[in-house]
């Protein structure tokens, strides 16, 4: 069967599943949200969660906490920075770092931010570590990375425990540090002047991807703790 079969028969079974009748919350489980739930509504099978806290689950790894900022986490980088540099000697700093170096190199070649509309969150992934290798960021900083967010949830007097929440907030990290994509043109008009044109496009940061970019990073950080 091919691609274009087999996708519209996924879309023909899933517009059956949303439109059939659910065992679905009427209104969102997120105190004190008054929306109807997507399965209510018909508009998707989450018999839950409305749009907007689905969306906001997407964005941040959880349906109620936000993600840290990045001043937020700034102290804690620079203090795991540090503490990595000091340590590099360390079997398993070395070891992590050779698996950032990993993921680097299955990066393959680096695609431009514009260019990643429609493309699989498994490839877009592997265009987050390509882009990162592409600017030359060391592997300790990554690191620094994963280290900062786990000692910003212990000190966090609300945190949210979940893997995916670490995930979530280590790949945001992350794709700030990768960067995007930024052109420039000039071009001169009839009447001497210079027209600039520029185009500023940074990675979606959201949904599956970060999952991905977070749960890769979590195989290579195993074990890594400044304990």
Known sequence: MTDPIRRQRRLQ?????????????ERCRIYPCTNRTT??????????YCRKHIE????????????YGAGELRPYRQRAMKWLQEQSNDLGIRRASEGVRR???????????????????????????AQLR?????????????????MRLLDDLQPDRH????????????????????????????????EVTELH???ISRGRVLRIIGSQLAAACDGLNMA
């Open 13 to 25: 079974n899933l517009r059956q599943r949303i439109a059939a009748p659910q065992d679905a919350y």
């Open 39 to 48: 399965a209510d509504r018909g508009e998707g099978l989450n018999g839950l």
């Open 56 to 67: 906001f689950y997407r964005r941040h790894g959880s349906y109620v906490k936000r993600s």
């Open 103 to 129: 993921l680097y190199r299955a990066g393959g070649t680096p695609v431009e931010a514009f260019r990643l509309a429609g493309v699989s969150p498994e490839n877009r992934a592997k265009a987050t570590w």
């Open 134 to 150: 592409k600017r030359g960021v060391d592997p300790l900083q990554v690191l620094a990375a994963w280290l900062a967010v786990d």
């Open 163 to 194: 893997q995916e929440y670490r995930h979530v907030q280590v790949a945001k990290l992350i794709h700030r540090m990768a960067g995007g994509t930024h052109k420039r043109w000039e071009r001169e008009q009839a009447n001497g002047r210079v």
């Open 201 to 203: 496009k940074h990675p």
